[in-house]
């Protein structure tokens, strides 16, 4: 059974059928507003999932190395239009005494992701909270992108947007460069 939050977003979607010149009520519109409406509670699922909870079990170990992970693929829409922006997020950190599973960072990138974002604020949030949670020596997230509001509306430019957040040790000109180099 719908809940009447649900239903209202659907009625909104058929209006919105209607606001175009659309029939709702058309065969291939008909069961439009619902698969909307769920699709989009996909794409802002992110909204449910703790940062804090994903990346709460870590692993005591010695490793002093830089750990990276490259390229996780992740799909987020954007704030201002609500279109898809897409890309890849590479992360790293140094270990201080303890490491985290490597699936928790890809679902870190996920769960920030899947929110209604900006890529800069998307970048910091990722590095911020692996830098609370691991509490590494340092940590380096960079994002690659390209945004469906930019290549199929206005200016119609299909470039990609780098953005990157650097904290702690990464700051220091050799460990920047080493992190930047393995991307």
């Not at 909870?53 to 704030?79: G, H, Q, Y």
């Not at 899947?114 to 020596?137: F, G, W």
Request: hydrophobic share 40%.
């Amino acid at each position: 059974m719908k809940n009447e939050m649900t239903l209202k977003a659907e009625e909104a979607i058929a209006e919105l059928i209607k606001l175009i010149g659309e029939n709702p009520e058309r065969e291939g519109l008909l069961k439009t507003p619902h698969r909307f409406v769920k699709a989009f509670v996909e794409l802002t699922s992110g909204y449910s999932d703790d940062p804090k909870k994903i990346l709460a079990s870590t692993f005591t170990d010695t490793c002093d190395e830089m750990v990276v992970v490259r390229e996780i693929p992740f799909w987020s829409l954007c704030e201002h239009h609500m279109l898809p922006f897409h890309g890849v997020a590479t992360v790293g950190y140094l270990p201080k005494g303890k490491i985290i599973g490597l699936s928790k960072i890809a679902r870190l990138v996920h769960c920030f992701a899947k929110r209604l974002q900006v890529q800069e604020r998307l970048t910091q949030e990722i590095a911020n909270a692996l830098m609370e949670a691991v509490q590494p020596h340092g940590v380096g997230v960079v994002i690659a992108a390209t945004h469906s509001c930019m290549e199929m509306r206005g200016i119609k430019s299909p470039a990609e947007m780098v953005t990157s957040c650097l904290l702690g040790d990464f700051r220091e000109v050799s460990t920047r460069a080493e992190f930047l180099s393995m991307r």
